[in-house]
């Protein structure tokens, strides 16, 4: 019996010892306390260098962008300022991609003479300082870093990043008899994927004529509105609508054309003289306006 609960006591204090252990974890990437992060972008054949360096114990970025054969030194200039919970997630983010892991030299795949390099140093609080390099070698983990840096500072900093993480792309197609104009319309005000630009003016987006031939006033034209052919466009529209301003007083009142759930599809016979607002609806809760205006040209 004695031997039992020992036995008994021993699985509990096993178990409670693991309970701790566990609780004991290594601190999430964010606990980490960093100083700085500095990333370097250089060309290689004009000598050009662009420098990010993220200070995070003020919370600013600072950006220099310098031709080596003209400045010894980076000349910087605060690009944006950011919060503790985007510090917070930046790093998480960039710890989940690897960013924090890399070689610390990545030479080039063969033999290059001209192209471009990159240097990264981070420093943490406690003075430990880590470096990395590449020549002509980007690691594909920076696709999705850049768009973590996009998020503070609206820099990819370590890579190009797609305009359509950032704003709507230009989604709208149109035909009109033979005619077919794929990306149709300026962009104006949209909310899309966190990023958002409002009180764009329609007037301004409206300075040239839209279509690239001709309309005629004794003419009559039917538009034939559609996504364009990438599929996934049709799949998170939800609602869409249709109105258009006398071009001679763009600011009055709206006469609405047309607007309902979004079906692959629309047409509608156009007023000529006018300038069309199209908004788009998304099911996510964002939004894209497009503009275009139906200027004549006398015969």
Request: with cysteine; net charge negative.
């Amino acid at each position: 019996m004695k031997k039992t609960k020992s036995f008994i006591l021993c699985v509990a204090l096993l178990l409670v010892l693991a309970g701790c252990r566990a609780e004991e974890k290594a601190p999430a990437p964010a606990q980490v306390l960093l100083k700085s992060l500095q990333f370097d972008m250089s060309s290689y054949l004009v000598g050009f260098t662009t420098s990010y360096v993220f200070d995070f114990e003020k919370n600013v970025v600072q950006e220099s962008s310098i031709y080596q054969r003209y400045y010894d030194e980076p000349q910087f200039t605060q690009i944006a300022a950011f919060s503790d919970d985007q510090e917070k997630t930046l790093i998480e983010k960039l710890d989940s991609f690897g960013f924090f892991d890399q070689e610390e030299d990545y030479p080039p795949p063969g033999v290059v003479y001209d192209g471009g390099g990159w240097d990264l140093t981070v420093e943490y609080a406690d003075g430990t300082v880590k470096r990395s390099k590449g020549n002509n070698n980007f690691p594909k983990l920076f696709a999705d870093c850049a768009k973590a840096f996009y998020d503070i500072c609206e820099r990819g900093v370590c890579a190009y990043v797609p305009e359509e993480y950032y704003s709507p792309p230009y989604m709208l197609s149109c035909s009109m008899g033979n005619h077919y104009y794929d990306g149709f319309g300026k962009r104006l005000d949209y909310r899309w994927n966190g990023f958002k630009s409002e009180g764009n003016s329609i007037c301004d987006a409206n300075k040239m004529t839209s279509f690239p031939d001709r309309l005629y006033k004794e003419a009559q034209y039917k538009y034939k509105m559609t996504l364009c052919t990438d599929s996934r466009y049709d799949s998170i529209v939800k609602n869409y609508s249709v109105k258009y301003y006398d071009d001679s007083i763009p600011l009055a009142d709206p006469t609405p054309v047309r607007s309902g759930e979004w079906y692959k599809e629309t047409s509608f016979e156009l007023e000529l003289d006018k300038i069309y607002l199209i908004r788009l609806d998304f099911k996510n809760g964002d939004f894209a306006e497009f503009t275009f205006n139906t200027r004549t040209t006398p015969r």
